[in-house]
């Protein structure tokens, strides 16, 4: 469900029903679900160099959200 919504999790949660809330709590719970937190700086910067700055292609590659993605480039310092 997230892939087919590219990672945008308000639009997951409104197809299977839920609140986002409710979503973001299933995914902090998963171990099978990469986190935006668990991304390295290194990591982070080789995928903005590929995908030309544009966030939501390198949140799709990267199989995060957008969001989560750009709260873990803020607190790396890479805004």
Partial sequence: MLQRHRFQLAAAARELGVSRMHLDALIARSTSLRK????????????????????????ERLEVS?????????QLGLD
């Avoid at 935006?36 to 030309?52: H, M, N, T």
């Fill in 36 to 59: 935006a937190k668990d991304l390295g700086r290194d990591e982070i910067e080789a995928c903005r160099r590929d995908a030309s700055g544009d966030l939501d292609v390198m949140a």
């Fill in 66 to 74: 957008p969001r989560g993605l750009r709260l873990r480039m803020t």
